[in-house]
């Protein structure tokens, strides 16, 4: 059997603009830089067995808009009202979410369960009849993993395709980018950073001590970055490049240069930023420790479903389909 294990982690940056930093030589939080620089471990470990891709959100860098080009593959959008348009009509039947398409596909083959919040539970995201769990905006991310996700893969074995959303990293902006020492996981995306590293080790772990491991793609995601120490943040009043300002239009920001005051026409585009991973036991050998210098938030989709064999039509490409493009890491991070 080949699992796919897909965890989507909002407003989480997979890399960020070389050389910039926001206390000495600590960049912004990003996991690529961060797993260089050894501070989460766990991270680290799955890219060095795996695949990083430096993955960018071309679309609208909002988590609705993130969360529709991850479950569909495409930048697709509509909506009534400013907010998501879910229902189907003849007029505007909108695009079916991969999960929702790989199930109606084949029944018997394909068993998903998604574990997440308010909206994206919604057809057109990441609805599925197989087992659908939408719990309250923010809900806490450890609970969403030991209360909600790992009893349900405990009981029920024959699971192939699990989207697990992580929403609170999304909430822990406007605040510090780095803190050396502070006990409150949320009071600066660093201190969250390290938290999220201790929930991914309890996954991995869960996942080799049930056996799922070498059937499973572990696939780590996310739909927007965030603003820091740029023009955007300069332009909220910050004073200091240590400050988070979330993902507000416009996207394409520079770097600021906060000692001389002044744009220095570098591109930032922090919110553009987005992660995408693979790891896992099912993992081919000749994929890991690659990396593919560049990808779209829509190839995390067509991934998917070139894992699964399932055809399902989108706008992104499937990374294994570009594996003369990846490079292997001279340096290891």
């Not at 599925?128 to 809900?139: F, I, K, V």
């Not at 000692?259 to 553009?272: F, N, V």
């Not at 389909?321 to 340096?331: A, G, P, T, V």
């Amino acid at each position: 059997m080949v699992r796919v294990f897909l965890l989507v982690i909002d407003q989480m940056a997979g890399h960020w603009a070389e050389g910039v930093n926001v206390v000495d030589d600590i960049p912004p939080v990003n996991v690529w830089d961060y797993a260089r620089l050894g501070f989460i471990s766990n991270f680290r470990k799955l890219i060095e067995e795996g695949i990083f891709c430096f993955a960018w959100n071309m679309g609208v860098c909002d988590t609705p808009h993130g969360m529709k080009y991850l479950a569909t593959g495409r930048y697709y959008w509509t909506s009534r009202g400013g907010w998501p348009y879910y229902p189907r009509t003849e007029d505007e039947p909108g695009p079916m979410g991969l999960f929702e398409f790989s199930q109606h596909y084949d029944p018997d083959r394909v068993h998903p369960a998604c574990f997440t919040t308010d909206h994206w539970i919604a057809p057109g995201y990441f609805y599925t009849a197989g087992y659908p769990m939408a719990l309250s905006a923010y809900h806490p991310d450890d609970e969403v993993w030991h209360r909600f996700a790992k009893p349900y893969l405990n009981k029920h074995e024959n699971w192939n395709l699990v989207y697990v959303y992580f929403p609170v990293m999304d909430s822990v902006s406007l605040c510090p980018s780095y803190q050396k020492a502070n006990p409150h996981v949320k009071s600066s995306k660093h201190s969250y950073m390290l938290h999220l590293d201790s929930l991914l080790s309890d996954i991995v772990d869960f996942l080799k001590l049930k056996g799922f491991w070498n059937d499973t793609f572990l696939i780590i995601a996310s739909d927007h970055g965030y603003h820091a120490a740029c023009t955007v943040a300069h332009n909220m009043s910050v004073k200091t490049p240590n400050w988070c300002c979330d993902h507000p239009a416009p996207y394409d920001c520079e770097v600021w240069d906060f000692d001389l005051d002044r744009s220095t026409k570098r591109y930032s585009g922090g919110p553009r930023r987005t992660l995408f991973m693979i790891s896992g036991g099912a993992l081919d050998e000749e994929f890991k420790g690659k990396i593919l210098k560049h990808c779209e938030i829509i190839d995390v989709a067509a991934t998917i479903s070139d894992i699964l064999d399932v055809p399902y039509k989108c706008e992104g490409t499937s990374i294994f389909k570009r594996k003369n493009e990846m490079e292997l890491r001279i340096n290891h991070v």
